[in-house]
Every structure is written in structure tokens, then in C-alpha cells.
């Protein structure tokens, strides 16, 4: 079932708390709401969260391994997953789609193309 853009919450994952403020400012804008998890920890807590997440964006810049699981378990939630990654790599491309990710994004990206990608992906 398509959800209303209005409700729909976005899980940011990242560690850059500037880009995090630009993207909230601009999904905010557009009638999203954005919990932003800047360590594994917070995004282990968001994923155990009863709140539905309709999207989970994941900057993998700064992470490590740990947070593999974690996007496993939003795909076992079948809750849509995009990455972003610094660079162009296909081992970062394989990993980012064995572990659940729909498109692995190479920053920077702009906030229309994202938005745009975003808004398809949760309204199906």
C-alpha cells in the first residue's frame, strides 16, 4: 500500500550532522518526517523502533561492517533502503544490494533527484 508522503517517516543514517540538517530542512519542506540515527547504535535503536519507517537512507561514509546486519533487518521489514557512498566501487554496489539497498547513490547527489527517487520509492 502506497503511503501518504504527509505520515511517512525517513530514517536518516549518517554521520554528518550538516548534511543531515540541509536534508531535513528539504524533506521537511516536502512533507516528511526524518529521525536521524548518527551512530550504529541509534540506527539499532531505530530499527527496533514500533514506529514504520518508509524509508531508510543510509550514508555508509563513517560506518563500518556492524551496520550490514541492521540494513538486513529493514529488508526483512521489506522496508525501502537507499545508500550513499562516497565513491563509485562495485564492491560497495554488491554489498549495498546483498544487504537490501534498492540503488547505492554516489554523493553528492542532489536534493531533487533524491527527493524525487524518495518520493517513488515510498508511494510505490
Known amino acids: 500500500m502506497a503511503e501518504d508522503s504527509t505520515s511517512a517517516l525517513i530514517l536518516l543514517v549518517t554521520r554528518n550532522v550538516k548534511n543531515a540538517k540541509l536534508l531535513g530542512k528539504a524533506l521537511s519542506d516536502e512533507g516528511y518526517r526524518m529521525r536521524v540515527a548518527t551512530t550504529v547504535e541509534e540506527f539499532a535503536n531505530s530499527v527496533d523502533s514500533d514506529e514504520p519507517i518508509a ?4 550514508d555508509l561514509t563513517g560506518f563500518d561492517s556492524r551496520i550490514w546486519p541492521l540494513c538486513e533487518r529493514l529488508r526483512s ?11 563509485k566501487s562495485p564492491t560497495i554496489d554488491r554489498k549495498g544490494h546483498e544487504h537490501g539497498a534498492s540503488s547505492v547513490l ?4 542532489g536534493v531533487r533527484e533524491l527527493l524525487g527517487l524518495m518520493r517513488v520509492m515510498i508511494e510505490g
Open 77 to 87: 521489514a521489506e522496508t525501502p533502503l537507499l545508500m550513499l557512498a562516497a565513491r
Open 106 to 109: 554516489v554523493k553528492p547527489v
Open 55 to 58: 524509508l531508510a537512507l543510509v
